[in-house]
């Protein structure tokens, strides 16, 4: 599923980033293919914040729909 | 000493060993900057950017501040100039926010990769200890390689260890792979400087061709590495001994939520209004314009010019007459423009500092999406309501050549400057609520349409959204004068000497009777479409000059209802005054500026028209 998917409150692993300027932003950000994060709100039609530790970033409704993700439940690895 | 030959295009003494400030965004810089060179500050504009590089002396050193960047690379203007000053200093002081680790260690370890002479102030220690975070420091020390002194630098602590400890900065420990290593040592033997030949091996296309070198393609590969070796620092030295929310994260997420956010964010645009509309465009300016400026300094300086030049010279009309450089520019600087931009500024710096600004980027993402703009735009359109010359200016932090052009077309257009809202505002008040909501409709429509529009026509694609949101945090009134003081400064250092051509080039139309002509010509139009009477034709003229002359011109004309309407609708949508024009020209040359331009004539006259059909 995409980021854009996601609910309010989930857990989430990042599993593609297609674009390669964003990848390496985010991942400069802290964020990677791989990090686990969760959704911390989710603005209708507008941008999904997530949060990992304590950054906060806010992402684009359009980006979110490119970038591939996968729940992520306790005991799943 | 390496790579000095970067750092020829701003003025420091090239003999002393320079001390590089380099941190993420807000992580509070500025604050050890200030404490470290204490007097002897010297501030110069990096050539091509609107940046800005403080520089100082301490003890035997020189330091040089940074603009705040996530990564060392050439991204955007940021980077460029962060990268430039890091690529020439002697020792690296990074400052690291305690609370973001994951994310400031990154620049760190890029720092380190570098083979700079690093030392690190782990700021903000009781934001983390407040947090429930708990930082091994010896094992950070270790893990990295150089010295890691704690600090609030808010509350001044640990600055004095900071500053007696900067002559320990040390090379430390690296993420790069033995093959990554070879591969530097390659390079470096054409740079002869690791510094620069990381970057190239990281594919930074500028620092290679410096070197007449092509760039390399392993930043991916680097990165990733990179950022493996900063997550496992992390998960070493860090532990959560509570998972406590703070009162900010609380406030944080009741600004997102678009149910509590948006109506948090209407009153705070309300009282912005009742602050830059009422009390500083009408009370405040009401003193420095008028009192101050036309009242005391402008009889003043007519008197003493007119005693070496005759007021009816060409000459003396250029100085000190309706539109002299040493009258009306004086005045609208300083008495009119200085006001209203220090006080949008004041207010966009607390907006900065307390982390709400990324916020409302988020909360109003959306609806800029279909204008072709992603939530940042929102800071030049917030601004144009003070001044559009300063809002063009700003337009540069945008993404992409596309997003520029769509938001310099906006603010020329449709977004009314707060000089001119003023004289708005009184003209519109009395005619009642019917004609106000017409009026605010039009104009949005217009907004909307136009956006939209130039969405669709533009080719290439606009930027998405993605920024960092900070913690939400109290501001500090200093950091915020300090901000709102260098802004001002800025602004008034660029346009003046815009405003002053425009001046003139104005007075050298109405001198030459090109003024007089174009009134003539539009006179038909204006009488016919508009259904305005002749005399109109003037507000509008002068509107090109300064869009509240325009405005204030209609007052002392006498207008129906239906008129008043029609005018300042014509007047708002209608082309931006000449010192907006000129930064136009600037910003993205002369034909783009021409076309927004006519775009605004054509806009203006057209809607001005259909309204006047309508009502």
Redesign the interface.
């Known amino acids: 599923m995409t980021l854009a998917e996601i609910q309010k409150g989930k857990d989430f692993k990042v599993k593609n980033i297609p674009d390669?300027?964003?990848?390496?932003?985010?991942?400069?950000?802290?964020i990677?293919e791989g990090s686990k994060l969760n959704c911390?709100?989710k603005?209708?039609?507008?941008?999904v914040?997530v949060k990992?530790?304590?950054?906060?970033?806010?992402?684009?409704?359009?980006?979110a729909e490119d970038i591939q993700i996968e729940l992520f439940t306790e005991g799943s690895d | 000493m390496q790579s000095c030959h970067k750092l020829d295009k701003i003025n420091i003494d090239e003999s002393k060993e320079k001390v590089v400030l380099v941190g993420n965004p807000n992580v509070g810089k500025s604050i050890f900057f200030n404490y470290l060179t204490d007097s002897y500050v010297s501030v110069s504009n990096y050539p091509g950017t609107t940046l800005d590089i403080s520089s100082g002396e301490f003890k035997d050193y020189i330091v040089l501040d940074t603009p705040g960047v996530?990564?060392v690379s050439s991204?955007n203007d940021e980077e460029k100039v962060a990268r430039d000053i890091i690529l020439s200093a002697d020792i690296i002081v990074n400052i690291v926010d305690a609370?973001?680790l994951?994310?400031d260690l990154?620049?760190t370890q890029q720092l380190i990769d570098m083979d700079k002479k690093v030392i690190v102030a782990l700021n903000m220690m009781d934001e983390a200890r407040s947090?429930g975070l708990e930082i091994d420091l010896e094992k950070l020390k270790e893990d990295l390689g150089v010295e890691v002194i704690p600090t609030v630098a808010v509350d001044n602590k640990g600055l004095a260890m900071l500053s007696d400890t900067i002559h320990n900065a040390k090379k430390g420990n690296k993420s790069l792979s033995s093959e990554m290593e070879e591969r530097l040592e390659d390079i470096s033997e054409k740079t002869e400087n690791n510094a620069d030949s990381l970057l190239i091996l990281e594919g930074d296309q500028y620092v290679a061709s410096h070197f007449n070198l092509e760039a390399l393609d392993f930043?991916?590969e680097i990165?990733?590495k990179r950022?493996n070796r900063v997550n496992n620092i992390v998960e070493n030295i860090l532990t959560k001994v509570e998972n406590n929310n703070s009162i900010g994260d609380k406030i944080?997420?009741l600004l997102?939520?678009?149910l509590t956010g948006i109506p948090i964010l209407l009153v705070i645009l309300y009282f912005l209004y009742q602050f830059i509309g009422v009390f500083v465009a009408q009370t405040l300016v009401g003193i420095t314009e008028e009192t101050i400026m036309i009242g005391m300094y402008e009889p003043f300086i007519i008197d003493l010019v007119s005693n070496f030049v005759s007021t009816n010279s060409l000459l003396g009309k250029i100085l000190i007459g309706e539109f002299g450089v040493l009258t009306m520019t004086v005045t609208y600087i300083f008495g009119l423009l200085l006001p209203l931009v220090a006080g949008f500024y004041f207010f966009l710096a607390i907006l900065e500092d307390s982390g709400y600004m990324?916020r409302i980027?988020?909360?109003v993402?959306?609806g800029l999406?279909y204008l072709g703009l992603?939530?940042r735009a929102i800071i030049p359109m917030l601004l144009g309501f003070g001044c559009v010359t300063m809002a063009t200016v700003t337009t540069r932090l945008l993404g992409s050549k596309r997003e520029k052009i769509i938001a310099i077309f906006l603010l020329g257009l449709a977004i009314p400057c707060s000089a001119q809202l003023g004289v708005i505002a009184g003209l519109i008040a009395p005619l009642g609520l019917k004609y106000f909501i017409i009026y605010v409709i039009t104009i949005f429509a217009v907004y909307a349409i136009a956006g939209t529009f130039l969405n669709k026509v533009l080719p290439g694609k606009s930027t998405?959204?993605?920024?960092?949101?900070p913690?939400v945090r109290l501001p500090r009134l200093k950091n915020i004068l300090r901000k709102t003081y260098l802004k001002s400064k800025y602004f008034i250092f660029e346009a003046g000497p815009i405003f002053a051509m425009g001046a003139i080039g104005i007075t050298l139309l109405k001198e030459g009777g090109i003024l007089y002509w174009i009134q003539e010509k539009v006179a038909p139009f204006i009488v016919g479409w508009l259904k305005l009477p002749k005399e109109t034709t003037e507000a509008f003229i002068m509107g090109i000059i300064r869009r509240d002359f325009g405005a204030a011109g209609l007052n002392s004309l006498a207008l129906t209802s239906d008129q008043t309407l029609v005018s300042l609708i014509v007047i708002t949508l209608f082309v931006p005054c000449i010192a907006a024009m000129l930064v136009m020209i600037k910003e993205q040359g002369f034909k783009q500026a021409l076309m927004v331009w006519l775009g605004s004539w054509f806009a203006a006259f057209a809607v001005g028209g259909i309204v006047a059909l309508f009502i």
């Open positions: 390669d300027m964003i990848r390496i932003q985010t991942l400069r950000m802290g990677s911390n709100e603005i209708p039609g507008g941008p914040i990992h530790n304590y950054q906060e970033i806010a992402i684009g409704r359009r980006l | 996530y990564g991204f609370v973001h994951e994310r990154f620049l947090r930043r991916e990165y990733n950022r944080g997420s997102l939520k678009p990324p980027a988020a909360l993402d959306r999406n992603n939530g998405d959204l993605l920024i960092d949101l913690p």
